[in-house]
């Protein structure tokens, strides 16, 4: 009598353990032998585990055998295998392993989801080298490094279309010897690592790695004013939506119908609403609240920055408000297969978004409820499976709009962003124009897809965004730094991120568009400097410019001779001296070396970092210094300090002796202005030793 195989003892006669730790799956022969059978038939039948789900084809327990392994996690991810053979066999225990071991024994068992991609990769391998007579990942091994080569090869061209792999792609980590539990040995993964580098060499010689793109700003702006929309509207028609709807509810708890509908929950429900005296009321609010759920959806994405699978796992009563703060409660099962309930910041327009729909999700509750307490008889298993589920589950997002009928769905049925009533289509405008091609570019974001036919190929005006969930956490991590409403961490915070590092790849656009602007200004600075100059040179000519430095430079400009010196001190040396041919040659020299220019309202000033500028608060202070720079266009701000120092002197000379000894110094001051005004605008000689200096 053949002893009962379970999960455990299969794990154990299939592999092989190392002191290391390293797990060996083992030759399909072997574990036969092992267990004394001649077929692995006897395996299908292994029981993995108890599967709780919406439908009930999928609410059963999960085998060994079973071409789909349905998911318990909270987000449904499915994994499927193809083929009766040692490969698909093979298959199998390598996606049982990593959901128990991981890669290694103790290691950190997968995910489902995660463990996806790796089943789909395999799938297609295990088919492609199948049809090239192979029943076993193993057989490879101990083939030529050339047959291996060309296998491999002729599988990227026929099946992957040459798509660049890099070391830390999904699929390229497949070809790991400890990763792979041997099922590709050390041949093969050498083999393929070598190809796949001359591969990626020749078709794809600059490699770009793509990160999620951001949402352009206005693109943004009419996504957010739909969502506002579509919540306004549908604030003013819920209450009466929720009246009409309570009156079918009324209707199912009676039962009034004859002959009752079978099997049926759309015609059931759609014969009592037929029934409706409002039932032209009642079907037109249903479809103005059609979008209510999307509307929510997107709020939740764009001010949380939550991951769309987050988002799905809101039940009813996520939303709260304390200590004048917006909360949302959902469950985060991203770094491991624990469900931790945890809080992410919100605002004011999610929550009231999220209390609208609770109202819409409540209604289709009752009406769920009154279906199954009058009729269950009257509809299939599978819809009755469904709602019971669906009611236990209690999530905002589960349920799908309807006015006709009452269902539950774990993806929401509205995650690819369809507009369901026309008269929020417009709303939702997604077009692209030149402005934001401009704004993609910036921000190194202008492409069409991360992967696929689309990956890396360049919106053009006109096109439509192509819109993901994922963007829109991108978006706000963009949005946050650049415009400084957060740092680093308050964004590792909010998006539950283990490591600061992959907070940095969100946000690393919001730096690009700090050197953007950094750039911009500098070559804005650039550009007027060189105007300044110019201009400078030709006030120059004419002699006008004043200060210190402007003195000089009318000097240059009359003899074409600049002298440099070791300081600009009364007694400094001269070094050497450069000589122009011409005006235009001198003009050339000054817009090439002035480094640094600041402009004040009484004139430029051009020391730089060495400079106190002492001559804000008084100044005449600066007026002589050897960097000060005074054209024609300040001489109209000396005339206000002319104006308003004279003022004040008229008024200090009307005071007695003994209030003017309290205010000298501050005549001394004015009387100061008013000699350099004066002097700047050629109303008296120029002595830079004229009035008393304080």
């Known amino acids: 009598m053949i002893k009962e195989i379970t999960k455990t003892t299969l794990l154990d006669q299939a592999i092989v353990k190392s002191h290391q730790g390293l797990i060996t799956i083992k030759p399909l022969n072997?574990?036969?032998?092992d267990f004394k059978v001649d077929d692995s038939n006897c395996l299908n039948n292994i029981k993995l585990w108890e599967n709780q789900a919406l439908y009930i084809e999928q609410n059963r327990s999960v085998q060994f055998g079973d071409n789909t392994w349905y998911s318990y996690e909270e987000v449904q991810?499915?994994?499927?295998?193809?083929?009766?053979?040692?490969?698909?066999?093979?298959?199998?225990i390598y996606a049982l392993l990593k959901l128990t071991h991981g890669d290694v024994v103790g290691g950190k068992p997968f995910k489902i989801s995660t463990l996806q991609n790796d089943i789909t990769y395999l799938n297609l391998i295990a088919g492609f080298i199948r049809k090239r007579g192979y029943s076993s990942f193993h057989e490879l091994e101990f083939k030529p490094d050339l047959v291996i080569r060309n296998l491999i090869k002729d599988y990227l061209y026929e099946i992957a279309k040459i798509t660049i792999y890099k070391q830390t792609h999904s699929f390229t980590k497949l070809f790991n010897v400890q990763r792979s539990y041997k099922?590709?040995?050390?041949?093969?993964?050498?083999?393929?690592?070598?190809?796949?580098?001359?591969?990626?060499?020749?078709?794809?010689?600059s490699s770009i790695t793509y990160s999620h793109p951001v949402i352009p700003t206005k693109v943004m702006k009419r996504v957010l004013k739909f969502t506002s929309k579509v919540v306004e509207k549908s604030q003013r028609k819920i209450d009466r939506w929720l009246e009409l709807n309570s009156d079918l509810i009324g209707s199912l708890m009676n039962g009034t119908l004859e002959p009752p509908p079978e099997n049926d929950t759309f015609e059931l429900i759609e014969k009592h609403v037929r029934n409706m005296a409002n039932r032209e009321e009642f079907i037109q609010l249903s479809e103005s609240l059609a979008d209510l759920k999307l509307a929510t959806y997107l709020n939740i994405l764009a001010y949380t920055g939550m991951r769309y699978n987050e988002v799905l796992t809101c039940k009813l009563g996520c939303a709260s408000y304390k200590d004048g703060i917006y909360y949302l409660t959902a469950t985060m099962t991203k770094t491991d297969n624990s469900k931790v309930e945890m809080e992410w910041f919100s605002n004011a327009e999610v929550y009231e978004s999220i209390k609208l729909l609770e109202k819409y999700v409540i209604g289709m509750q009752e009406r769920a409820q009154a279906v199954l307490s009058s009729y269950r008889a009257n509809i299939g298993n599978r819809q009755a499976h469904n709602l019971e589920e669906g009611l236990k589950n209690n999530r905002l997002f589960g349920v799908s709009p309807s006015s006709c009928s009452v269902s539950f769905s774990n993806s929401g049925r509205f995650t690819k962003f369809e507009v369901k009533n026309k008269e929020n289509a417009e709303l939702f405008d997604l077009t692209l124009d030149s402005e934001d091609i401009a704004e993609l570019e910036r921000l190194e974001s202008n492409y069409k897809g991360v992967r696929g036919k689309n990956r890396g190929i360049p919106y053009e005006p006109g096109d439509q965004l192509r819109l993901t969930a994922h963007m829109f956490r991108h978006t706000l991590a963009y949005f946050v730094i650049a415009n400084k409403l957060g740092e680093l961490d308050d964004i590792r915070y909010q998006f539950k991120h283990l490591s600061s590092l992959m907070t940095f790849v969100y946000t690393r656009r919001a730096f690009l568009a700090s050197m953007s602007l950094i750039k911009t200004t500098e070559e804005f600075s650039?550009?007027?400097?060189?105007?300044?100059?110019?201009?400078l040179i030709d006030q120059a000519e004419s002699q006008s410019l004043k200060g210190g430095a402007g003195e000089?430079?009318?000097?240059?400009?009359?003899?074409?001779?600049?002298?440099i010196t070791d300081s600009q001190s009364r007694h400094s040396n001269l070094i050497k001296q450069i000589h122009f041919s011409s005006i235009e040659e001198l003009k050339k020299f000054f817009v090439k070396n002035i480094q640094s220019i600041r402009g004040l309202p009484t004139g430029y000033c051009t020391a730089g970092e060495a400079c106190k500028i002492k001559g804000a608060g008084i100044p005449n202070g600066c007026v002589y210094c050897g960097s000060k720079i005074i054209s024609k266009r300040h001489k109209i701000n000396w005339q206000i300090i002319k104006k308003e120092a004279s003022q004040k002197l008229a008024t200090y000379s009307s005071l007695p002796k003994e209030q003017q000894d309290e205010y000298e110094l501050f005549a001394i001051n004015w009387k100061n202005n008013i000699t350099a005004a004066d002097y700047v605008l050629d109303e008296a000689k120029s002595d830079k030793n004229e009035g008393t200096q304080a």
């Open 183 to 205: 099922l590709f040995g050390p041949k093969v993964c050498s083999v393929f690592l070598d190809l796949i580098e001359d591969l990626n060499k020749l078709y794809h010689p």
């Open 77 to 92: 991810r499915n994994v499927t295998f193809s083929g009766e053979d040692e490969l698909a066999y093979q298959l199998r």
């Open 552 to 563: 000089q430079i009318n000097k240059t400009s009359k003899d074409l001779i600049i002298g």
């Open 30 to 33: 072997q574990v036969l032998e």
């Open 526 to 535: 650039e550009i007027l400097i060189e105007r300044i100059a110019e201009e």
